[in-house]
């Protein structure tokens, strides 16, 4: 399910994105640090993406031109995840 909030509801009211149960880096650019975060909102999970300048020269805040979020309801799951790890050698 997909929603709308709005920008001042989700800083002022939720506190995003400092609030969010996860907050990972998904991107970077030479300006920006692009942001997937996860939060509680009314008994379910929504995540929302978002960015910020690189340096302290760059002056982009996390929805600095949006007037709504699009958020959309995650769930947890458990993953299993093969990969290749080095053999112990005697």
């Not at 942001?35 to 996390?62: C, H, M, N, S, W």
């Amino acid at each position: 399910m997909k929603i709308k909030l709005d920008k001042d509801y989700i800083v002022n009211e939720l506190g995003l994105p400092e609030s969010s149960i996860l907050e990972e880096i998904t991107d970077t650019s030479r300006w920006s640090i692009h942001y997937r975060i996860v939060f509680a909102y009314q008994d379910k999970f929504y995540e929302t993406t978002y960015r910020e300048g690189a340096t302290e020269l760059q002056e982009e805040r996390p929805w600095e031109y949006d007037d709504q979020v699009e958020c959309f309801e995650v769930e947890l799951k458990e993953v299993k995840v093969r990969k290749w790890v080095r053999k112990e050698t005697e």
